[in-house]
T-cell receptor, first 115, second 114 residues
Framework: GNSVTQMEGPVTLSEEAFLTINCTYT??????LFWYVQYPGEGLQLLLK?????DKGSNKGFEATYRKETTSFHLEKGSVQVSDSAVYFC??????????????FGKGMKLTVNP | DTEVTQTPKHLVMGMTNKKSLKCEQH?????MYWYKQKAKKPPELMFV???????INESVPSRFSPECPNSSLLNLHLHALQPEDSALYLC?????????????FGPGTRLTVL
């Protein structure tokens, strides 16, 4: 079946450091790929997405590129802030079944950014 | 309105109680989802409703009973739960039309079973 493997951490960085969170996937067909972020005590928020090969998703200074040749969707940010402290989930969307899509999540990575 | 709302925010119940979780969205989405999330784990899918019909049940115990009264509302009825059912319960919705559509999540209900 489809699966997502991502760095698990936890990771602690200083403010303004560069962030990379690796994510690779195994899937049949051509899934959509997502990064979700979960701040403490909250639900998941969509951070960015990409729906086909070579698409780049970006939001709030975060970027990720859908690389079909390496089956990867690594998340990057050039300069992290304290407010980026959260848990980050990489996910893929399996093909729609009857109008809904199943998300397959990675295990999540907790990021702490210190001032 | 681009929100998914969930009530209550917190719920404490005994093993003999009956309670319900409520989820609402007004984005015109036709697919709605229940997830269970344990601490430090990703969400686990429980149920999916598509066009108000149950389309996926991930072998969830019968003490969890979902209901979709209309296209905007999703309930999860709880009865005779076990302490291991304590978790964050997340609701999500997506457009439900063809194509790969992102899911929008609510803030969750933090459930504690005593």
């Amino acid at each position: 079946g489809n699966s997502v493997t991502q760095m698990e951490g936890p990771v602690t960085l200083s403010e303004e450091a560069f962030l990379t969170i690796n994510c690779t996937y195994t899937a049949t067909g051509y899934p959509s790929l997502f990064w979700y972020v979960q701040y403490p005590g909250e639900g998941l928020q969509l951070l960015l997405k990409a729906t086909k090969a070579d698409d780049k998703g970006s939001n709030k200074g975060f970027e990720a590129t859908y690389r079909k040749e390496t089956t990867s969707f690594h998340l990057e940010k050039g300069s992290v802030q304290v407010s980026d402290s959260a848990v980050y989930f990489c996910a893929l969307s399996e093909p729609p079944q009857g109008g809904s899509e199943k998300l397959v999540f990675g295990k999540g990575m907790k990021l702490t950014v210190n001032p | 309105d681009t929100e998914v709302t969930q009530t209550p925010k917190h719920l404490v119940m005994g093993m003999t109680n009956k309670k319900s979780l409520k989820c609402e969205q007004h984005m015109g989405h036709r697919a709605m989802y229940w997830y269970k999330q344990k601490a430090k784990k990703p969400p686990e899918l429980m149920f999916v409703y598509s066009y108000e019909k149950l389309s996926i049940n991930e072998s969830v115990p019968s003490r969890f009973s979902p209901e979709c009264p209309n296209s905007s509302l999703l309930n999860l009825h709880l009865h005779a739960l076990q302490p291991e059912d304590s978790a964050l319960y997340l609701c999500a919705s997506s457009r439900g039309f063809s194509g790969y559509n992102e899911q929008f999540f609510g803030p969750g209900t933090r459930l504690t079973v005593l």
